[in-house]
């Protein structure tokens, strides 16, 4: 099974001002596709080819390892990303910055 470049949970225009559009479709479009791409070429016609993404990640070494683990990364980070997030911090978090 060969991977794809996972959608993006949010429009590639919803971050900014923080993260503009050109940097994600660079970073994105660009840098994660790439590692999905090479990824892909790497497992194709291998025992890999039939394996989950995590899988691979645990057995993996090498530049094998280390696309399928930035797959996985990027695609996490995307994820840790929201057009709705920050605010002020509450609780432990807002303690502790205003007693520094």
Partial sequence: MAFELPALPYEKN??????????????????????VTKLNGLIEGTDNANKSLEDIIKSASGPLFNNAAQVWNHTFYWHCLSPNGGGE????????????
């Fill in 89 to 100: 911090p509450t609780g432990a978090a807002k303690e502790a910055i205003e007693k520094a």
């Fill in 14 to 35: 919803a971050l900014e001002p923080h993260i503009s559009q050109e940097t994600l479709e660079y970073h994105y479009g660009k840098h994660h596709n790439t590692y």
